[in-house]
């Protein structure tokens, strides 16, 4: 028998990440995908490499405040709670921070799948080897098969011109959502930026969810999901939607 289809609907928030996940129900959620402003971004900054990230007239961007590795233990603690039995949990993280946060995401729970590299294409700064990519790191709770085992563990998409910081692609968001999840799940992101993974969500028929501590995030976000409301039929919930009775949610 046909199952009816199930309502798209986002929901924005603006908290702590840690916060905003203590107040989603255990078992909640089928994918989290996520980049949060780690510490190792910070020190890139202050030495100059990144440029891209530091206030500029061409850009209008201010830096955000990093979310230190302190904290990764308490993050990924949540993030796994809220997520349900056999799902996946994208990170973006430099290589630096791959090497603090596998080991604690391991300790939450976590399998420790591989990194996926976001190959940026064109040169990017450094002072080294010129830095042209980005990790992923792929963990799963629980056992979840990819939908499609011929998709290369290197996504290949170009960095986007003067965004917001460290915005990232919605492709490369979309092959992650398309791989670990079915159509009318959800995905939730607690450091959204500028919902690129929210655009990706709704545009492939998930629900989602995020939350940024940034006006000017939250701002960007809201603008982009709005515009994609109409195109996608989602509707915007102003509580967390969810069906179990015990948790009350309204628009
Ligand atoms: C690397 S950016 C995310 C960019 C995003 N992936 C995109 O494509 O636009 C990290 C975001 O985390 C937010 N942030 C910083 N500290 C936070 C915290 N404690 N809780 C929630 N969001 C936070 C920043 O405002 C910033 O927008």
């Known amino acids: 028998m046909p199952q009816p289809t199930p309502a798209l609907r986002y929901w924005l928030s603006q908290m702590d ?3 905003w996940l203590r107040s989603l129900p255990d078992a909640s959620v089928d994918l989290v995908v996520t980049d949060p402003p780690y510490e190792s ?14 206030h500029s007239k061409s850009s209008s961007n201010d830096w955000f405040t990093v979310f230190p590795n302190a904290r990764f233990e308490e993050l990924f603690r949540e993030v796994f709670r809220v997520m349900r039995k056999n799902t996946h949990f994208y990170l973006f993280c430099d290589q630096e921070t791959a090497f603090v946060a596998k080991p604690i995401a391991e300790q939450a729970g976590f399998r420790f799948w591989k990194p996926l590299i976001w190959h940026k294409v064109a040169l990017g700064m450094g002072y080294h080897y010129r830095s042209t990519y980005e990790f992923i790191l792929f963990f799963e709770k629980g056992k979840r098969k990819l939908n499609d085992l011929g998709i290369a563990d290197v996504i290949s998409e170009k960095r986007i011109h003067k965004g917001y910081p460290t915005e990232k692609p919605v492709r490369v968001n979309r092959v992650l959502i398309e791989q670990s999840t079915a159509p009318g799940e959800l995905v939730i992101d607690p450091f959204m930026g500028t919902a690129s993974a929210g655009q990706a969500a709704l545009e492939l028929g998930r629900s989602f969810w995020g939350n940024d501590i ?13 515009a994609l409301a109409a195109e996608t039929g989602a509707e915007r919930v102003s509580k967390a939607p969810l069906e179990q009775p015990a948790f009350e949610w309204g628009r």
Do not use: Q
């Not at 202050?46 to 990230?53: F, K, N, P, S, Y």
């Not at 701002?219 to 709005?226: G, H, S």
């Open 17 to 19: 990440a840690v916060t």
């Open 214 to 226: 940034s006006d000017k995030a939250l701002a960007i976000a809201e603008e982009r999901l709005a």
């Open 41 to 54: 971004l910070e020190k890139h900054r202050a030495v100059g490499t990144t440029t891209r990230l530091k």
